[in-house]
């Protein structure tokens, strides 16, 4: 069994910064991939970023620029420092791996970014 554990998310106001956190623990050999993944009320579940092994990052559209995602191969964990926060960034954050060939999600986390 191979777990996600989120945490960092919460209530920020617009122009705000968040930092989520992800740490995978179980029975685990190599991560491939790493990410974060977010699903709006009403919208479907959509990439925010991801990073494979070797360190390379890349970004949707709508956050290049603010967030940065990072990871620590020893360790098992990723983080993604997300900066000048919008209310369009609202939505429940989901934590994913690929590890060996399964794909695994953490429980999610909530953001709000309101005044």
């Known amino acids: 069994q191979v777990q996600l554990v989120e945490s960092g998310g919460g209530l920020v106001q617009p122009g705000g910064s968040l930092r989520l956190s992800c740490a995978a623990s179980?029975?685990?050999?190599?991560?491939?991939?790493m990410g974060w993944y977010r699903q709006a009320p009403g919208k479907q579940r959509e990439l925010v970023a991801r990073?494979?092994?070797?360190?390379?990052?890349n970004y949707a559209d709508s956050v290049k620029d603010r967030f940065t995602l990072s990871r620590d191969n020893a360790k098992n964990t990723v983080d993604l420092q997300m900066n000048t926060l919008k209310p369009e960034d609202t939505a429940v954050y989901y934590c994913?791996?690929?590890?060996?060939?399964?794909?695994?999600w953490g429980q999610g986390t909530q953001v709000t970014v309101s005044s």
């Open positions: 179980g029975s685990i050999s190599s991560i491939n991939v």
């Open positions: 990073i494979i092994r070797g360190g390379t990052a």
């Open positions: 994913n791996a690929l590890i060996r060939t399964d794909v695994y």
